[in-house]
């Protein structure tokens, strides 16, 4: 399982809970793991190949499960990750990337050093908590505030475990804080990147809209449809199309979006696209939109600026700290005029337009992997 290390490099084992999506989770291990300065092997409790990313095939990488029958049972699964012994001998340190329940790995291995690379903790036992009540019965209620006060109880425990973490964001770093979970002076934000060469930069446009994120009813891809029908209400001249990408992540979601939208041939839905169809749609989007609801960082945005897409996103999470307003993408409210207006704006306005093409590739290339990965590999080296 383990490989050659040399005098700079550390062995290192990365814990990721699960990889079965195409999505910006399984892409930040993915480039870690294959550009690393040090040696990284990869464990987690359920991989399925045929349904994430193919790079992932040459990564040395250990399934602790053959089918993900366990993930969606909350507490089977809890009770899993904290019992969970991995095999650590021959390692220097464990890192721990994810978010949520992910840290309960730690109780049982705490033999080496552990590092976190934490997405985001998990937010409906703490901010989103009443948000997530609201829809539940008095019986239910009762019983989620008991298992929250387990929960917050065993996760404070858990970040003690760590000797040092980093996160996707300062968005994140500001949960993690008010949610009091570790020293702030002891978290450091280390944004994900992308791999700017990957990426091409068209001169011709198609007449497309382009979201590209998991079918999850917070990532509000029914925002984006009654956008781009209000758009096209108003701009009846204009034929344009709306292109809605992604991994399934909750297909009751999908399924309900695809009822809504069954009459109307002008909104395209692409499922698991391979790397080259993802690329081909970014590269000849007019525009792409991101409305996901206080995104922890948002790696798709910086993806459509790589490939010279100008960008309308929500004031929201992860893409307030990538975007400047009319400088290189546009803000604004979770609102469909507010949305509907951008749009125009940006079919009309082609100065405005190419500028934002302009800044936001150069934007991107400031998140080039290479940067990125020495950042974490230097993280991993300053406390192991």
């Not at 899993?80 to 291995?109: C, M, Q, R, W």
């Not at 985001?120 to 036992?125: A, S």
């Not at 758009?231 to 297909?251: E, M, W």
Request: charged share 30%; proline share 3%.
């Amino acid at each position: 399982m383990k490989g050659i290390t040399t005098d700079r490099s550390k062995r290192v084992l990365i814990y990721y809970p699960w990889i079965y999506l195409r999505a910006g989770g399984e892409r930040v291990v993915l480039e870690l793991a294959s550009k690393s300065r040090h040696n990284i092997d990869v464990i987690t409790h359920y991989y399925n190949p045929e349904k994430t990313f193919s790079g992932y095939k040459k990564i040395n990488i250990t399934s602790l499960s053959k089918d993900n029958k366990g993930l969606k049972r909350g507490l089977k699964f809890f009770l899993k990750y904290i019992n969970t012994k991995l095999p650590l001998k021959g390692y220097d340190v464990l890192l721990v990337i994810g978010a949520g329940t992910t840290e309960f790995i730690t109780f049982k291995n705490k033999s080496i050093p552990i590092l976190y690379y934490c997405y985001t903790p998990l937010r409906i036992f703490h901010d989103l908590f009443d948000y997530f009540l609201q829809s539940k019965s008095l019986f239910k209620k009762i019983i989620f505030r008991i298992i929250r006060r387990l929960y917050l109880f065993f996760e404070k425990r858990a970040w003690k475990n760590f000797k040092a973490a980093a996160c996707i964001s300062q968005n994140v770093k500001n949960r993690i804080i008010n949610y009091n979970l570790y020293d702030p002076n002891r978290i450091i934000v280390i944004n994900p990147g992308l791999e700017i060469k990957n990426f091409k930069q068209k001169k011709t446009k198609k007449n497309y809209f382009l979201y590209v994120s998991r079918f999850k009813n917070y990532k509000r891809q029914d925002l984006a449809i009654r956008a781009f029908n209000n758009f096209c209400r108003h701009n009846p001249k204009t034929k344009f199309k709306l292109y809605l990408v992604g991994s399934v992540a909750d297909k009751d979601y999908l399924d309900k979006l695809k009822s809504f939208t069954r009459t109307n041939k002008n909104i395209i839905y692409v499922i698991d696209p391979s790397d080259k169809e993802l690329t081909k749609l970014y590269s000849e989007a007019y525009a792409f939109l991101f409305l996901a609801k206080d995104e922890d960082w948002g790696i798709a945005p910086l993806e459509a600026m790589a490939s010279a897409t100008p960008v309308i996103s929500v004031n929201e999470g992860g893409p307030k700290e990538q975007i400047k307003n009319y400088v290189n993408g546009l803000l604004v409210n979770a609102d469909v005029n507010k949305i509907t207006k951008a749009m125009q704006t940006l079919v009309k306005n082609k100065k405005l337009y190419r500028k934002l093409r302009t800044n936001g590739l150069k934007t991107a290339k400031l998140y080039d992997w290479k940067i990125k990965i020495k950042q974490i590999d230097d993280f991993i080296d300053e406390n192991c």
